[in-house]
């Protein structure tokens, strides 16, 4: 039987190759933005949340065109110029900045205000968050009082078998997965703190 070729695969298989443009669309670019301290809040406080990069959120929310071109016929002037807003530069594809200035152009809508109205649809996400910060905080104390019991109930053990005993032994080493289990809970649930004050 003759020998495949490393790349027979792909003679096998036909499959769209990427091209040189897709490719391009996905570098990085850096644009700057006058948009509100709010919007830049939601966009951080999303990212840091869902553990997404600012570039990711943004990415898909100006890349729905559909959407974006919803918000571009539905901008009023007037109301997104007395905003106070503040210069951010993002790193984002260049795809999207691509799709933004089109959009941008077609409905003679100002870039910012795009941006800021696109940000504004990640509201529902922080309020979905914020309802499931809360129920982690309530875990977070049941676990704090199984651990403060199996730490009372791991010293019992101790007095009446002593460490050598194996049933004492076994019971340690899962009081040290709780414990562990537990500082990372945590952790996390200080991190999603910042979404309580919004």
Do not use: W
Request: proline content about 4%.
């Amino acid at each position: 039987m003759p020998k495949k070729s490393k790349n027979s695969l792909f003679e096998e298989i036909t499959i769209p190759l990427p091209s040189p443009a897709d490719l391009r669309g996905r570098q990085s670019v850096r644009a700057t933005f006058k948009l509100s301290a709010r919007a830049i809040d939601v966009l951080s406080i999303v990212a840091a949340q869902l553990g997404i990069k600012q570039k990711s959120l943004f990415d898909h929310l100006i890349e729905d065109a559909q959407s974006l071109n919803a918000i571009a016929d539905k901008i009023e002037d007037d109301v997104f110029e007395a905003l106070d807003r503040v210069q951010k530069t993002f790193v984002i594809s260049r795809r999207t900045l691509s799709c933004l200035d089109q959009t941008s152009r077609q409905f003679n809508a100002p870039r910012d205000a795009l941006v800021e109205y696109s940000i504004q649809r990640l509201l529902p996400v922080i309020a979905k968050e914020r309802e499931r910060h809360r129920k982690r905080k309530a875990i977070l104390s049941d676990i704090n009082a199984h651990l403060a019991q199996g730490v009372k109930i791991l010293q019992k053990a101790q007095s009446l078998l002593g460490e050598e005993d194996p049933v004492y032994a076994r019971f340690e080493t899962a009081m040290h997965a709780l414990a562990n289990s537990q500082s990372h809970i945590e952790n996390y649930v200080k991190k999603g703190s910042i979404i309580e004050d919004f």
